[in-house]
């Protein structure tokens, strides 16, 4: 099955206790992506990925890291968690390159509830 | 970008049509229409996307208006599992942004 796994669902943690949320997808996209929910602020990206070894800042990087080793997974690096980074984060991805221009839709992961105490 | 603008919420009873209108006057040309949709604190689920013509699959219908400054989604036999919230999106079509509104909260009841 086409999906995007995201791990842990939920975490738990102290400030400044680094943490990594992993994503990983099985449709060989190359385009990746991850966001912050907030309530109502909507959803805000955090970074994104083009392809193995580019990433971006998206609109809310600030104490976030990616990393993108290989075309599958993307994980989100926290390395010194604050609770203002108490959140729910999705992972996204998509297929880019000559279909990226006809809008290929984003499939989403099934979320990561992170509480930083 | 541009932006839309949904109802707040939504009731539509089991088995009927669920229509749920978006405004998105300020649309420019190469932006296209998505529908998304919520279902709890679950990841976001793509429905479907249009630019000009009206759009079915195996979820829902897409109807844009002929100026595109407004779009309809149908559920054509809603059921209690798509009570969610559903976003609609205007994209440019070179890029990634999903700029995720407040979207309309629809409830689909017995």
């Known amino acids: 099955e086409a999906q995007v796994t995201q791990n842990p669902r939920y975490l738990i943690t102290v400030t400044g206790k680094k943490l990594t949320v992993t994503c990983s997808q099985n449709?060989?996209?190359?385009?990746m992506s991850w966001y912050r929910q907030d309530p109502g602020l909507g959803l805000r990206q955090i970074y994104y990925s083009m392809n193995v070894e580019v990433t971006d800042k998206g609109d809310v990087p600030e104490g976030y890291k990616v990393s993108r080793k290989e075309k599958r997974n993307f994980p989100l690096i926290l390395e010194s968690p604050s609770p203002n980074q108490t959140s729910l984060y999705f992972c996204a991805s998509c297929s880019s390159g000559s279909a990226f221009k006809y809008n290929s839709p984003l499939h989403f992961g099934n979320g990561t509830r992170l509480t930083v105490t | 970008d541009a932006k839309t603008t949904q109802p707040t919420s939504m009731d539509c009873a089991e088995g009927r049509a669920a229509n749920l209108p978006c405004n998105h006057s300020t649309i420019s040309g190469n932006e296209y229409v998505y529908w998304y949709r919520q279902i709890h604190s679950q990841g976001p689920q793509y429905i479907i996307h249009g630019l000009k013509n009206n759009e079915t699959n195996e979820m829902a219908s897409l109807i844009i208006t002929e100026d595109r400054k407004s779009s309809t989604l149908i559920l054509p036999h809603a059921t209690l599992r798509d009570t969610a919230v559903y976003y609609c999106i205007v994209r440019p079509y070179n890029t990634d942004k999903l700029i995720f509104g407040t979207g309309t909260r629809l409830q689909v009841f017995p």
């Open positions: 449709m060989n996209h190359e385009y």
